[in-house]
């Protein structure tokens, strides 16, 4: 019994990388991003995690792109990341009202012209599946960046998003 619950939780804890491995990557040809926020250190500027994705989309600089970056709390952060970056500050919009994942993408949607049918979200690697399902479920061609996850965060978070997809399953967001 020890032997099949400890093969069940390595099975668990993978889960959301193996779903990772069929996602489209992205190719740079969206000209919107939506960058997912997670914490903030308690300065208020972006942790490690945070920080990964704010980079991720940095390599888009240069090119005609328009930065959401999305989360109650740690938008406005991202988005200064971003400009003190080098990324122009009327390229930025800001979505500072969602409180978790579906809200994030539902509400960066609306900062988005009807007109625009793909575009890239960046997120954590362990995140990166359910992310994208949602946004392919409103109707949407999504690519995707998943940026890794420092391994001292990987275990809490890799299991915590196991729950989450879960849920999205069950219930739908």
Not at 12 to 31: K, M, R
Not at 132 to 144: E, I, K
Request: charged fraction near 20%; glycine fraction near 8%; aromatic fraction near 10%.
């Amino acid at each position: 019994m020890r032997t099949q619950l400890i093969c069940f939780f390595i099975l668990l804890l993978g889960l959301p990388l193996f779903l990772t491995n069929w996602l489209p990557s992205a190719d740079h040809d969206d000209t919107y991003i939506i960058v997912l926020g997670t914490k903030l250190n308690k300065d208020g500027t972006p942790s490690t995690m945070l920080k990964n994705r704010l980079d991720a989309a940095l390599s888009y600089k240069g090119r005609d792109i328009k930065y959401i970056v999305s989360g109650a709390g740690e938008a406005e952060a991202m988005g200064n990341y971003l400009i003190q970056h080098g990324i122009n500050e009327n390229n930025i919009l800001v979505e500072k009202q969602a409180r978790n994942t579906y809200e994030n993408i539902l509400n960066s949607i609306k900062l988005i012209p009807k007109s625009i049918t793909s575009f890239t979200i960046i997120s954590s690697d362990f995140h990166i599946y359910r992310a994208q399902a949602m946004a392919s479920s409103l109707g949407y061609d999504v690519n995707t960046i998943g940026v890794k996850t420092p391994l001292i965060d990987r275990g809490y978070w890799q299991f915590r998003e196991v729950m989450a997809i879960g849920k999205y399953w069950i219930i739908g967001n």
